[in-house]
């Protein structure tokens, strides 16, 4: 046994180690619950391995796999990850329902932000004139095929406001629930469309 | 360099892919599983004194350059199949509102 | 968390299995092609190199179907990510995401270093570690440095996505002009018997070919992943 360790050289000693590490890198983003600290983890993961590609005679292969792990797979990680804790509002009313003085203290901020704080979410709320100047008609499709969650507009008859939402959307039940004791609010879900229709 | 090692991060992908709870994680699995998988073959083609396989002026001992092309296009491969999982993932973060896998598969439009 | 003591159980019996045959493994392992291609290698395909000789010559088949797959992963992501209305996600009314200026001075300053370093690996992909696929990707990753220059840099990506496509049938045309002159299809199209350095005129060419087509498609990937991010 006492031979068999003398005769490893240096850059088995760097290969054990940093074998290890993979396994421990590893098992810590199998482990991890938090989504936002496994990035860095990822990032390493990939120059680990790299190390060991270079180790085992293979610096093809470890310059593609730096060259991809480096920016492009831990940009795309961060991009998925970071839009799974976002809620978006698009803001059609374009009254002091959600910004009143340019600030945000409205009661519908409120309502979202304490929603949204709920699960864990992060509100971003828009006013982005290019979606805004769409019609009615057009907010289903403007739910189904844009990044935005929920719409928000004012009936102009009534005075309500309504909030527009995908009936798949598990947060829209959730939503609904929360307002039912609002007299002016009104919740509506889009029903799925099959393709073609 | 240890296969056995390099077998237990094979086996770590497989438990992550197994257990985990978000879809993002089950993605990263995968890429774990990958990586595990090249690091055997390169192994394969590997040995003691062998120098890269790059050919120069006094080299007579290579390690065997064909997992090496093979593994080149593994990782290619894998990263472009990875953008395609997390752009699907943020589709269904979009339709359902989580990315939980019990949230998802729990749903009646889900199951059929 | 009974199922899970399964796994953990199963899992640890194929460690078992794969512990016992690592011994066979080497068994099925031979060096025979090893020993062809360092006797050989240099001498047919012109390359020092002999994973580009690998994947530009002998296996040049598979590399052209990896290619096929790229350009299939990035149809897929732009067919996903699709938006019908004026292909344009919201904007938000706060920029959060400032880029720091200091970051933006050194961006400028490395991204013509990257792109010529992504070049040189492209270009010398015979002699050195390197090619097609890596040196593609290093440029990817330089052009992805302007979007942190500009966030709001706009991009045309059916333009790329269409010049991706005729660089994959231009990769393929190179590739079968060898039925021509030696009558197989896929392999260097010189004659067997000509210079290294006239075979080097094949691989560059083919070499720069990938690149650019692994670059187009990968700036496609990033490009549809930042328009959802914004």
Not at chain 1, 77 to 101: G, H, N, T
Not at chain 2, 70 to 87: E, K, N, P, Q, R
Not at chain 3, 97 to 117: C, E, G, H, N, Q
Request: charged share 15%; net charge negative.
């Amino acid at each position: 046994m006492v031979n068999y360790i003398t005769d490893l050289s240096l850059i088995d000693y760097t290969a054990y180690a940093l074998q290890f590490l993979l396994i421990f890198i590893a098992v810590a983003i199998v482990v991890h619950k938090n989504n936002g600290t496994i990035i860095i983890l990822i990032a390493s993961f990939s120059l680990v391995t790299a190390s060991l590609y270079v180790i085992n005679n293979a610096p093809d292969v470890a310059i593609a796999e730096v060259a991809i792990g480096s920016a492009i797979i831990p940009l795309i990680y961060v991009i998925s990850i970071s839009r799974q804790r976002e809620f978006i509002v698009l803001d059609k009313a374009m009254d002091d329902f959600i910004i009143s003085d340019n600030q945000f203290t409205g009661i519908g901020y409120i309502l979202l932000k304490r929603f949204s704080d709920f699960y864990h979410l992060e509100l971003n709320i828009t006013n982005d004139p290019l979606l805004c100047r769409l019609g009615e008609g057009k907010d289903q499709i403007l739910c189904e095929q844009t990044n935005v969650d929920l719409i928000v507009s004012k009936d102009p008859a009534s005075g309500e406001y309504i909030l527009k939402g995908k009936a798949s959307n598990i947060l829209m039940n959730k939503l609904e629930q929360m307002t039912k004791d609002y007299d002016n609010i009104r919740v509506i879900k889009f029903k799925d469309r099959d393709f073609g229709e | 360099m240890n296969p056995i090692l390099t077998f237990l991060v094979v086996l770590i992908g497989f438990y992550g892919l197994s257990t985990s709870d978000n879809v993002i994680k089950s993605v990263f699995s995968v890429t774990i599983i990958e990586s595990g998988v090249i690091l055997l073959f390169l192994n394969l083609g590997n040995f003691e004194g062998g120098a890269i396989p790059i050919l120069s002026e006094g080299v007579t001992q290579i390690v065997d350059p064909l997992p090496q092309a093979l593994m080149i296009t593994t990782i290619v491969i894998g990263s472009t199949v990875t953008a395609l999982s997390l752009m699907l993932c943020i589709k269904v973060f979009h339709h359902y509102g989580t990315v939980e896998w019990k949230e998802v598969l729990s749903r009646e439009d889900v199951k059929s | 968390m009974s199922r899970q003591i399964v796994l953990i159980l199963l899992l640890g019996a194929l460690f078992a299995v794969f512990t016992m045959s690592i011994i066979e493994l080497e068994g099925l392992y031979n060096a025979f092609g090893k020993e062809y291609f360092l006797e050989y290698g240099q001498s047919d395909t012109g390359s020092n190199n002999l994973v580009t000789a690998i994947l530009l010559d002998y296996r040049l088949f598979d590399s052209l179907f990896e290619a096929g797959i790229l350009l299939i992963a990035v149809s897929g992501v732009i067919w996903i990510s699709k938006h019908d209305i004026e292909e344009k996600n919201a904007r938000f009314m706060i920029d959060k995401f400032k880029t720091p200026d200091l970051f933006i001075t050194f961006s400028r300053l490395v991204y013509p270093l990257m792109l010529a370093f992504g070049f040189y690996v492209i270009v010398n992909g015979h002699l050195s570690p390197g090619g097609g696929f890596q040196g593609g990707t290093i440029v990817a990753t330089a052009i992805l440095i302007l979007y942190y220059i500009d966030a709001d840099k706009e991009t045309n990506i059916g333009l790329i996505v269409t010049v991706e496509k005729i660089v994959y049938l231009l990769i393929i045309v190179l590739a079968s002009v060898s039925i021509v002159t030696r009558g197989t299809f896929f392999t260097n199209f010189f004659p067997l018997d000509a210079t290294q350095d006239t075979k080097a005129i094949y691989l560059v060419l083919l070499n720069v070919l990938i690149g650019f087509k692994v670059a187009l498609g990968l700036w496609t990937i990033f490009t549809a992943f930042l328009k959802e991010g914004r």
